[in-house]
């Protein structure tokens, strides 16, 4: 049984109580908050590991509540929403989101993306590896403290991205498909997630990269999928 305690923002109340429900069944501790003014106040008052965050909120919404959480905190946020559209995904995995799922959903589903986020989350660094400290030119990931470097400068990562670079940094060289990195990182079969993939690497790459339209470090092999070169 995974454990953790898990933050549920949603102005509706039934929807912040079902999803709790299912949440306590698995063992997990609940905090809920009705806007993003509020979720940023129970971050403050308790550890918490994961967030399920409604779009639209009065006060603060889901996108800038996300926008303010990532300044300080790479805890995995899971975007619950009305809005199915493609655009409005990327929009949600942009500001710094580490899932998406679409209202209305299967509340089994919710439970088990929450899980596969809590497992990558408390569990980092679980890729086969014999060194602590993984190097290629002026990057520098260290296993142990969960940090990453670039010329010398710490950079903060959310989970999902660590995962994706610990991946292809421990098998530099090495392309890896699309459906390989959603599989390997999100831990489930990977469907119509082209666009979540290319979201969080586009973000390694603005974190990384001198210039992330030139990049050097994180390759495309079009019509492959992506390496991080020797």
């Not at 679980?126 to 190097?135: N, R």
Request: aromatic share 6%; glycine share 6%.
């Amino acid at each position: 049984m995974i454990l953790g305690n898990v933050l549920i923002v949603d102005d509706d109340e039934e929807i912040r109580e079902a999803i709790a429900l299912h949440l306590k069944q698995e063992g997990l501790t609940v905090f809920l908050a009705r806007d993003g003014l509020e979720a940023l106040e129970q971050l403050e008052k308790h550890e918490i590991h994961l967030i399920v965050l409604d779009v639209m909120m009065p006060r603060l919404d889901g996108l800038q509540a996300t926008f303010r959480i990532r300044e300080t905190r790479n805890i995995p946020i899971v975007i619950v929403s009305a809005k199915s559209e493609d655009t409005d995904k990327i929009l949600g995995l942009n500001a710094g989101a580490d899932d998406y799922i679409s209202k209305p959903f299967n509340p089994l589903e919710l439970t088990a993306r929450v899980k596969s986020q809590l497992r990558r989350y408390t569990h980092l660094g679980t890729y086969k590896g014999s060194d602590d400290v993984i190097q290629i030119r002026g990057l520098l990931l260290n296993k142990s403290a969960k940090t990453m470097e670039v010329d010398g400068q710490e950079v903060r990562l959310t989970a999902t991205e660590y995962k994706i670079l610990e991946l292809l940094m421990e098998h530099k060289g090495r392309v890896f498909s699309i459906e390989e990195i959603y599989e390997l990182v999100w831990g489930e079969p990977c469907f119509n997630s082209e666009n979540t993939v290319a979201v969080h690497v586009r973000r390694i790459r603005e974190k990384i990269e001198i210039n992330p339209r030139e990049p050097k470090y994180l390759k495309v092999v079009w019509g492959i999928g992506y390496k991080m070169e020797k």
